[in-house]
């Protein structure tokens, strides 16, 4: 059986903070939400973590903030730098997908555990806490998104 999920639109607080019009910061909405600390905090630490982060071939392209102080054009999420202060914050990565595996998890209340955890999909993530996807747009695809792992909040 497929449940969707219910969304709340919720920007992470990125609005109260005084920051300008949506970015495409969801890495740092979605660990906001999910750990229940301050955008504008969360923001300034990816935003660091962002700046140290040296450019190769692989993460140069247009739109990439890599080596920028700055938060809103996309986090690299596969550096020691970002797994470090996600696992400091007491975030535990849990993988659903392996190479050759295809999908066995999607964006569905009975497929996600309860609690609160920050889901990684294809270009995004998104927190949902206990079945609900909190975001700023329903990146559920009615159910059909795949989830190719999440990180669990275990404070």
């Known amino acids: 059986m497929t449940t969707v999920l219910t969304m709340i639109r919720d920007d992470g607080g990125r609005r109260a903070a005084g920051f300008g019009a949506a970015a495409n910061d969801c890495v740092a909405r979605s ?45 690299f999420t596969e550096s020691v730098l ?29 497929e996600l555990p309860k609690g609160r955890i920050i889901v990684r999909v294809t270009h995004h993530l998104a927190a949902v806490i206990d079945g609900v996807l909190h975001d700023t747009l329903d990146c559920s695809r009615g159910g059909t998104r795949c989830v190719y792992g999440y990180w669990r909040f275990d404070k």
């Open 31 to 75: 660990v906001a939400i999910a750990s229940g600390r301050p955008y504008a905090v969360v923001y300034g630490e990816l935003a660091e973590i962002n700046a140290k982060m040296p450019k190769t071939k692989a993460r140069t392209h247009q739109r990439s903030a890599v080596g920028q102080l700055t938060a809103d054009r996309g986090i």
């Open 82 to 110: 970002f797994k470090r202060y996600m696992a400091g914050l007491g975030f535990t990565w849990v993988p659903t997908m392996k190479i050759g595996t295809g999908c066995r998890v999607h964006l569905r209340t009975s």
